[in-house]
Nanobody
Framework: VQLQASGGGLVQPGGSLRLSCERS????????TAWFRQAPGKEREGVSC????????VYADFVKGRFTISRNNAKNTVYLQMYSLEPEDTAAYYC??????????????????WGQGTQVTVSS
């Protein structure tokens, strides 16, 4: 499966962005989809995940209440709506399909496929 991430850009603190992750075909395996991010000099970290069967969602503590993950099956696309962006959110954001259909709450998410990164920069 191929994933195409888009929607990044430059935004002021407090602003919003919506990232999209389009897969090349239907999610026949009902794999979960997750967003990760990596800031310069830091390790990649999980941001949010949506399960493949029942759309259960998991969020990292640092984005709870600010980010929303959702899915449009008809468009084979997963979205990450980001509100109240902070400079600390600046990073390259990556989407990935996981090897499971669940999103584990301890965020031990293992990817089977990765999309290319989309850069999010939060700065005044």
């Amino acid at each position: 499966v191929q994933l195409q991430a888009s929607g990044g850009g430059l935004v002021q603190p407090g602003g919003s962005l919506r990232l999209s992750c389009e897969r090349s075909g239907p999610n026949k395996d009902y794999a979960a989809t997750a967003w990760f991010r990596q800031a310069p000099g830091k390790e990649r970290e999980g941001v949010s995940c949506i399960a493949g069967r029942d759309s259960t969602t998991v969020y990292a503590d640092f984005v709870k209440g600010r980010f929303t993950i959702s899915r449009n099956n008809a468009k084979n696309t997963v979205y990450l709506q980001m509100y109240s962006l902070e400079p600390e959110d600046t990073a390259a954001y990556y989407c990935a399909t996981l090897i499971t259909h669940r999103c584990f709450g301890d965020m031990t998410w293992h990817a089977s496929s990765w999309g290319q990164g989309t850069q999010v920069t939060v700065s005044s």
